[in-house]
Structure formats: C-alpha cells, structure tokens
C-alpha cells in the first residue's frame, strides 16, 4: 500500500488569528477585483460580456453593412445587412432550415427585403419554405427555371400563400435598397441543361465596396457574363466562390475579371463532392485573394463601411 500520509492536510499551529487575517486580505481582493471591473474596465473600454440575460444584438450599425456567409452545411446562403434593409441570398438545404431560421432570428431579422433564391437545388432552396413562412419577405427574386422535387414545390406554395412579390431575375436589372445597390448579371439564357447555370448572379455595391454573388453559376455562364459586361463592371472586392469552390465554376478568365482580394466559399465540412477542389483553391491562392471557408470556420460575418471590409469569425 502507499503510503499517503504527505497527503494529509497539516495541523493548523497558529490557531484562529492567522485565519481572520487571511480572511481579511481575500475580501479585501475581492472588493478590490470587483471595484475594478465595474468601474475600472468600461473606462479603460474593456468589453464586459452580459451573462444570464438574452441581449439581441442590434440590426447594424449607421453607415455598415454586414455580410453573413451562413454555415449551412454542404448549401449557400448569405445574409446582407444594413440598417437600410435586408437581403438574403438562398436559403441552404433542408436539414440546416431550423439552425437558420434561429440564426436569423438571433441577428434581429423580422423582415427580408429581398430573397434571392439563386436557382432550384435542395442546397440553396431547401430552408425557403421556411424562411418564407416565419419572416415577412416583401421580394423574392428567382430564375425560370423549375425542378419536380418536393423541396421546389414546397417553396413555390410557401411563396404562394405569402404576400412576397415575385420578380423573374433578368440579367442587367438594377435594385436599390437605400444605401445598398445591386445588380443581376446572369442567368443570360433562357434554358441550361446544367441547373447551376441558371444561378442569379448578384454584383452588390454599398458606398466604395463591391461583392459578386454567384450561387452556383458554372463556367458556362461566367463566359455570358464576361461576353455581355465590361470587365470594368465585373471587379470586385469580395467573391462569393461559385459552386462551393467546385472546378467547374471560377474559370481564370473570371477570377481574372472579378479580381477580388477576399472570397468565401459555403461547404459542408467533409462533404461528398470533395468541395472546394484543388485546382480552385490553387487559383484563388496563387491571385493572392484571402478564402474564408465555412467548412473551416464555420459562419463567417463580413463588416463593411464603404471602404473597407473587414471580417468577423462567429
Ligand atoms: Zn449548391
């Protein structure tokens, strides 16, 4: 057997005064640590965090957008903020609809401007229903182009039985929300046999910023974009990875076009398809272009002011 009597808590040899001081100096430590967060740290503009009580965080703030790379799993959606209104840009697949619904709810949403739902594939339409019925969507913004999956046709009765006015994205089509301007640049046809070439292809401006948003728009349709618009048109600061970093999206001539300094690209973590590939992560680096990853870092907040973009990990 061990022998564990060094564990032993030794006898106390000097009785209760030794105990009052001690006593004595742990308040005032105490007192003194308390003292200093309450007043101390809101001076020194030490954020304290509020515990025990729910605090909703406010819209935006004046003269900031927001934008919102969602984890939705293997799926896109993306929320645009700014005290002037609110976008959301697809809705992700059915089995992240209730996370969703409770992450716009907890970033103070009631009302969504517009709803872009880029094309009609389970990974981008899947929460809409849903979406649809739990916030007051004035605007849905889609394709023309259907699908024979349960998931479209409950989005089209959820549209249905909503006030939402529908609007068919038509390449070239101006949309202002206050002091957030957007434009559709694609789909340029009208039929595809590759449904992700129907993606509406959003470029958003707020003051000095520009983001291109392309769902899952393929190579196909990147060359109509380049062919119908300058390239001047095209630049932005922020890229939207389409297809979630597949190679069949992002062609050189694109990313060259677009130019931007920071991409996001939405993907499950380990999903089937091996998003992002390779071959786009290789040119997205070797443009120097900074990637944010939902698979790596789950949601990803973007803060803009017009000038610059900065980003917030969740
Ligand atoms: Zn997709």
Redesign the pocket.
Known sequence: MANNTHLRRPKKSSGGARFTVVTFVVLIVVALCYLGYTYLAPMLGIGLTETGSETRQPVTLDGEMQLHVIDVGQ??STLIMSKDGIVLVDAGPGSAEDSLVEYLKDVGITTIDYAIFTHP?E??IGGADVVINNFEVKNVIMPNATKTTKTFEKMIEAIEQSNANVIEATSGASYTLGDIAFRILAPNKASYSATNNYSVVVKLTYGNNTFMLTG?AESESESEILAKYPASELRADFLKVG??GSSTSTSTAFLTAVSPSIASISCGEDNKYNHPHRETIEKLQGANIKVYRTDLLSTIVFVCDGNTISVVEK
């Open positions: 799926g896109d594939d990974d981008h899952d297809h979630h």
